[in-house]
């Protein structure tokens, strides 16, 4: 079966210092992998999305990147935080496009609340 | 993209049936419309989804009219445990459209 992790699970960082979520993937092979924010009592915020190795699109300009150095592997990283940059961030994956797999479900991970002081 | 509209929240007892209805009215003809449930400090997690009339499955039915325009989720006999926001999204299985989440329904049930 297939499982996705994200980690770390809980973080606290001052304004200006660098960030690095990593999520990982398990149990299936070139799956469409996504990020997620979702500030305080709203909605999720598509942020990036990627349908295969090194190829990321991003959705909402901002001095967060990501990036797939490997088919099951996607990471979310910043060189200087923001206060703005607070909020619980979801790793989630697809099936690819295309295959018998594929009913456009998300999945998604733990999550993992970043606290920008 | 497929712009939804739900309540934003939602009051109930236990043992009673919810009905959140979403708005769509520019669904495209491929387009499929797809619930999640999502509790605090969690990941959203899939409930159902439907192209039209009626699909049912072990927690939920999904309700679609013949226009598509809308979709109602229904929750029969919801328990304190149900309570989360619900989102309904609509998009192809391919694309982007079925990656946006709007606000969602805040469900509270009550004893």
């Known amino acids: 079966s297939q499982t996705i992790h994200q980690w770390p699970a809980t973080l606290v960082q001052p304004v200006g210092s660098p960030l690095s979520l990593e999520c990982t993937v398990e149990g299936t092979s070139n799956p469409n992998l996504y990020w997620y924010r979702q500030a305080a009592g709203r909605g999720l915020q598509l942020l990036f999305y990627?349908?295969?190795?090194?190829?990321i699109s991003s959705e909402v300009p901002q001095n967060l990147s990501a990036s797939r150095p490997q088919d099951r592997q996607f990471i979310l990283s910043s060189k200087k935080l923001l206060l703005s940059d607070s909020g619980f961030y979801l790793c989630?994956?697809?099936?690819?496009?295309?295959?018998?797999?594929?009913?456009?479900?998300?999945?998604f991970g733990e999550g993992s609340r970043l606290t920008v002081l | 993209l497929a712009k939804t509209t739900q309540p934003i929240s939602m009051d109930s007892y236990e043992g009673q049936e919810v009905n959140i209805t979403c708005s769509h009215n520019?669904?495209?003809?491929?387009?499929?419309i797809t619930w999640y449930q999502q509790f605090p400090s969690q990941g959203p997690r899939f409930i159902i989804q439907?192209?039209?009339t009626k699909v049912t499955n072990e927690v939920a039915s999904l309700f679609i009219p013949a226009d598509r325009k809308s979709s109602t989720l229904s929750l029969p006999r919801v328990s304190l445990s149900d309570t989360a926001v619900y989102y309904c999204?609509?998009?192809?299985?391919?694309?982007?459209?079925?990656?946006?989440f709007g606000s969602g329904t805040r469900l509270q049930v009550q004893p």
């Open positions: 520019n669904i495209a003809t491929n387009d499929y």
């Open positions: 990627s349908v295969g190795i090194g190829q």
């Open positions: 989630a994956w697809s099936p690819r496009p295309g295959t018998a797999s594929n009913t456009g479900e998300l999945f």
């Open positions: 999204l609509v998009g192809g299985l391919t694309g982007r459209r079925a990656l946006t």
């Open positions: 439907g192209y039209k």
